[in-house]
């Protein structure tokens, strides 16, 4: 979608959290992303607290103090007592442990709980942005085929399908806007396969201007472990005489 219809449609997606972001006139692709929205909108719990067991635990226990003291008062000194004392504090202790042990085990699972339904919602929502990206990059509008690439750099880990679709773009599109940004959406794959394909295509790049943007993005790209190696490579490569003159200045400031 342009920017401006994307602008519009965030600015219809419902905020509340009620799940309200599905809206009459929305086209398909639209509707997709607006439920995944209201969805993930779900994923908000409240903490858990066994409010219940910690005000009974209070009573029982200002209860036993109370009598504890009374007992005191009236100079009670008997050994049964002092034996049903001790059995009453164990008793309590054991409550207590036993209380906090129930709450940490409840809170332990609903956390996992969560975490495992955060975990299969966004490999969902990444599968959609996946299939979306698949499916626009083989439309015959170009600004269709560039919202493919943009929802593609947004995949993570994406399958080999989905990077031979991004390379086909690359090296067979006519429309050369399409071409920059699929430039930028290879670098979105794991670095060293983006450096490898990235390199491997400026060798071989007519364009200047795609030559140059195939340039900032390896540049970009390389880290202190592959630096020397990719800047050998750029200086064995038949660059355009402005792509090499770039190349040369960014030596000079380094």
């Keep these: 979608m342009s920017e401006k219809d994307r602008e ?6 419902d905020l509340s959290g009620n ?3 599905v809206k009459d006139g929305q086209n398909q692709e639209e509707r997709e992303l607006a439920l995944l929205w209201d969805e993930l909108g779900e994923l908000g ?7 219940a067991l910690v005000s009974n635990f209070r009573d029982k226990l200002e209860a036993y103090t109370r009598g504890l003291s009374e007992g005191k008062r009236v100079g009670g000194n008997d050994t049964a007592m002092r034996k049903s004392e001790s059995q009453l504090v164990s008793f309590f202790r054991y409550c207590a442990v036993a209380g ?15 975490y495992d339904r955060n975990e299969r919602l966004e490999g969902e929502l990444n599968r959609s942005r ?5 499916a626009l990059l083989e439309q015959g509008s170009a600004a269709k085929r560039l919202a493919g690439l943009t929802a593609a750099s947004q995949v993570i880990s994406p399958s080999d399908q989905l990077r031979d679709s991004m390379v086909r773009t690359f090296d067979s599109d ?5 071409r920059l940004a699929a430039v930028s959406a290879l670098t979105a794959l794991p670095r060293e396969k983006a450096l490898a394909l990235l390199l491997e295509r400026m060798e071989n790049e007519s364009s200047p201007l795609v030559q140059y943007e195939i340039l900032n993005k390896v540049l970009e790209l390389v880290d202190d472990g592959s630096e020397s190696r990719v800047m050998a490579r750029l200086n064995e490569l038949s660059l355009e005489p402005r792509v090499r003159s770039a190349l040369v200045k960014r030596d000079e400031k380094i």
């Design 174 to 178: 006519t429309n050369l806007n399409v």
């Design 8 to 13: 519009r449609f965030i600015d219809g997606l």
């Design 130 to 134: 996946e299939s979306l990206a698949l």
């Design 19 to 21: 799940g309200r972001s």
């Design 100 to 114: 906090t042990a129930a709450v940490l085990a409840l809170t332990s699972f609903i956390a996992y709980q969560q």
């Design 45 to 51: 719990t409240q903490p858990v607290s066994d409010t």
